[in-house]
């Protein structure tokens, strides 16, 4: 394995909504590809997921889900 170091902010927006308009102005600042850590099944049941997904696809990022 290739030796590295990552940071890992977070920032959390809360709100309903927010999602869409929010998640569109940090996918200006990052790269093109994004990592999503979600838990066991609440975000995608709620149908968060698929929000954001599609936002992050509209921005032409790529997601790698874990």
């Not at 099944?41 to 790698?64: C, F, P, Q």
Request: hydrophobic share 35%; aromatic share 8%; with cysteine.
């Amino acid at each position: 394995m290739t030796d590295f170091t990552f940071t890992f902010p977070t920032r959390g927006h809360f709100g309903q909504g927010v999602a869409a308009s929010d998640l569109k102005k940090e996918l200006n600042g990052l790269g093109c590809r994004v990592m999503l850590c979600i838990g066991l099944g609440s975000v995608r049941s709620n149908g968060l997921y698929d929000e954001v997904k599609g936002v992050m696809e509209e921005a032409s990022s790529t997601a790698a889900s874990s």
